[in-house]
Each structure stands twice: as C-alpha cells, then as structure tokens.
C-alpha cells in the first residue's frame, strides 16, 4: 500500500492549507506542488480536472471541484484510486467547513486548523488497509448508480415513445371518426339524390 506524504487545499495557485511529513519536506514536496498549481488547465483557473503529474518516484494527483483543488503527493506504489478517494474526501470535508469562504480566503489562512485534518486524513488512507477497501466500494457503487442512471434514461426514452405512440393513436381514432361523418354525409346525400331521382321517374 502506497503513502501519501504530502496534501494541500488551494484556490488557483494560492495554498490555503497543506501538510507534509518529514519525506516531503526533503523532496521539497511544497515546492513542486506550487509549481503544479501553476500548471493545471487553464490556467490554475476555475475549470473541473482531476490530473496526475509524475515528479521522480512521487505521483502528484489533483482534484479539481468548483475553483476549490485539492492536491496530494503519494507513492507510485498508491496506483490512482486511494489518492483520488483521497483527495475526493479531502475536497468535501474543505467545502463542508468552509464554504463560500475558501473563495475569498488569504494564503495558508485555514492552515492551522485544516492542516491537523489533512494529517488525519494521510496517515488514514497510507496506513488504513479498510480505506482501500471503501475507495474500491465506492467505485463499485458509482458503476451501479451509471448503469441505473441509464436504466432511468432508457425507460424514459421508451416513455417518450410510448406518449408518441398514444398520440398517433388518438390522432387515428379522430381521424377514424371524421371519416365515419363523412361517410354517413355521403351515404345521406346518395339516398336523398336517389328519392329525388326516383321522384322525377315517377312523376
């Protein structure tokens, strides 16, 4: 299981709190994740991503949500799915105390009390065997919500057809109706045409 020595939170490039163990800060972890900051999409702007870039033997992982990134340094033993879970936890627990605050915040201003949280949350998905076990569930869970998600969607599709094919149906039976009148209008005006016919023949 892979370690994830480092983690911040930031807004664009400004770092609002971040935490590193003694292997980050001989990697200069703080450093290099500035520098990714610096070059997310767009900028270090406001647009959704969630990237890996490769430092060495270190993997930096970003998620993106909502102007709000959340960054960690792992292991390239961790693979993708822990550090993301990770980060994904992380970003909801920043947003969930915080909110719209973190959008106007200075630099390192949640530091002293996020960064005890961000410990916590490293040391758990490092060392926790379970935590990979929940990212794994979760993934599972997410594939079954997709596939219900597009269940919904086609039943709704066939819904579509279905009110499409009572409309045709009504659209018939109006029709059906109109040429029953006509029919009987004509089978009147023939009866009458002949009694008049008939009428002239007999006189």
């Known amino acids: 299981m892979g370690r994830i020595p480092y983690a911040a939170v930031a807004r664009g490039a400004v770092v609002l709190a971040e935490h590193g163990d003694a292997a980050a800060a001989a990697s200069n972890a703080g450093a ?11 900028g270090g702007g ?10 060495g033997l270190h993997v930096f992982h ?7 990134t ?3 340094m792992a292991d390239d033993a961790a693979g993708r799915r822990i550090p993301f ?49 929940i990212s794994r569930m979760k993934g599972e869970m997410d594939q079954v919500r997709s596939v219900m998600i ?6 709704l599709e066939r819904g579509d057809r279905l009110e499409l094919l009572v409309d045709k149906t009504a659209t018939m039976h109006g029709n059906t ?14 009866w009458w045409r002949n009694v008049k016919l008939t009428y002239v023949n007999f006189c």
């Open 32 to 42: 290099v994740a500035r520098q990714v900051l610096d070059r997310l999409p767009d």
């Open 46 to 55: 406001a647009a959704d991503c969630n990237v890996s870039y490769t430092q």
């Open 62 to 68: 970003v998620k993106r949500t909502d102007g709000v």
């Open 70 to 72: 959340a960054l960690c």
């Open 85 to 133: 879970a990770f980060l994904e936890d992380i970003h909801g627990r920043f947003v969930k105390t915080y909110g719209r605050a973190a959008l106007t915040a200075l630099a390192y201003s949640m530091n002293d009390e996020f960064s005890r949280v961000l410990s916590q949350q490293m040391d758990y998905y490092s060392n926790d065997p379970n935590a990979d076990r």
């Open 150 to 155: 597009d269940n919904i969607d086609r039943v």
């Open 177 to 190: 109706m109109r040429f029953k009148r006509q029919a009987r209008r004509f089978r009147n005006t023939i």
